[in-house]
């Protein structure tokens, strides 16, 4: 999309206001999650491809954080998610590791190496994460503090003052990039707080 006149003048004038602020962060945000996808998607049939989306997915995500970083978290999102680990019935230890787990999926297949069948089985594993929470100018946004958080260590973050709400797991998508502001608009955002000479517009 073009960038209106008025954030340009802003943009000169050292002026950032919450709307750009927001524009930009979800369009940075939005570009992070295509490379993002581009990255898993070219990982096993063209690596090269997927090692610079990996690059350009972690320089916007850095450019998200800088935009983030000139105004303060509504709260902290604690998320209940997980992932599948996978055991071996070669591991020493397999019995135990299954036990009260859930298993999602499990098939065998013949190890050329010790020549016999081994089963494998993909267990559950429940994992919580912990994502400081934006609202800017009617957008959201979560930027990570720690993934795999412990109890204890959820503790010391709800002591600093501000509330630790629960949610689902999140989904998140990457978005076409013709309805985003510029990414050179984004890019000028950046620079600007990044010299340090300009005034937030609330």
Excluded at 60 to 84: A, M, Q, W
Excluded at 162 to 175: A, F, H, T
Aim: glycine content about 4%; proline content about 2%.
């Amino acid at each position: 999309m073009r960038t209106p006149i008025e954030f340009k003048k802003n943009l000169d004038e050292g002026k950032i206001t919450l709307e750009m602020l927001g524009m930009a962060a979800y369009s940075v945000n939005k570009r992070a999650k295509n490379y993002r996808d581009a990255e898993q998607n070219y990982w096993r049939y063209k690596p090269k491809y997927s090692a610079i989306a990996r690059e350009r997915k972690e320089d916007f995500y850095r450019k998200k954080d800088t935009l983030l970083s000139i105004v303060d978290p509504v709260c902290f999102h604690l998320e209940n998610s997980g992932y599948t680990k996978r055991i071996y019935d070669t591991e020493p230890d397999w019995f135990e590791q299954l036990e009260n787990k859930t298993v999602v999926y499990s098939n065998e297949f013949f190890d050329e190496d010790l020549g016999d069948y081994c089963t494998f089985y993909d267990v559950w594993e429940e994992q919580k994460n912990l994502y400081r929470f934006y609202k800017i100018a009617g957008f959201s946004f979560h930027s990570p503090v720690k993934f795999g958080i412990s109890e204890e260590e959820i503790s010391t973050y709800m002591d600093d003052g501000m509330n630790v709400c629960e949610i689902d797991e999140i989904q998140s998508e990457g978005s076409v990039c013709t309805g985003l502001i510029s990414a050179q608009f984004a890019y000028k955002v950046v620079e600007l707080i990044n010299s340090g000479n300009y005034e937030l517009v609330e």
